[in-house]
């Protein structure tokens, strides 16, 4: 009498549970590094946007923003003329890398000749007090590193 028995063994689901570990152990962290790549080229996208939005800006009115025509708080840039004129809204959620809470969004700081302040956030729009100079920086989630820039 023969037994028909359907079924796995446990050797076969043991094999089964290593090959997709390791497949696994290869595959996430190309998805990891992919996502992280990802949002630092859509925050380039955002800050290449911004620079746009300024040039045209200038384009209509002869002249840049000044730094006191915008402010900026917690990330995000408020003014009249510039949004939503020329740009939707710049605030934290336009923003995708994972930055320190407070360092995320958009920042705002006074650009002199060729000095550039520290970055406080992701996004850094640098205006000039005359008008004459508007300039974007784009920032890695540490604020260490200048992924794209304006000049």
């Known amino acids: 009498m023969v037994k028909n028995e359907k079924g796995f063994t446990l050797l076969e689901v043991m094999l089964v549970v290593v090959i997709l570990a390791i497949l696994a152990a290869i595959v996430i962290p190309r998805f990891v590094g992919n996502a992280e790549?990802?949002?630092?080229?859509?925050?380039?996208?955002?800050?290449r946007e911004v620079?746009?939005?300024?040039d045209r800006y200038q384009v209509d009115n002869g002249i840049y923003l000044r730094i006191d025509e915008l402010s900026a708080a917690n990330g995000t840039i408020t003014g009249s003329g510039l949004i939503?004129?020329?740009?939707?809204?710049?605030d934290p959620t336009v923003t995708q890398?994972?930055?320190?809470?407070?360092?995320?969004?958009?920042?705002?700081?006074?650009?002199?000749?060729?000095?550039?302040?520290?970055?406080?956030?992701l996004i850094?729009?640098?205006?000039?007090?005359?008008?004459?100079?508007?300039?974007v920086k784009v920032f890695d989630e540490s604020l260490a590193s200048t992924l794209w820039s304006s000049i």
């Open 37 to 47: 790549t990802a949002r630092e080229k859509a925050d380039i996208t955002t800050g």
């Open 51 to 54: 620079k746009a939005a300024l």
């Open 84 to 90: 939503p004129d020329y740009i939707a809204r710049l």
């Open 97 to 121: 890398q994972k930055a320190e809470t407070g360092k995320t969004g958009f920042g705002i700081a006074e650009i002199t000749g060729n000095t550039f302040p520290d970055p406080g956030n």
């Open 124 to 135: 850094m729009v640098y205006l000039s007090s005359d008008g004459s100079q508007a300039e």
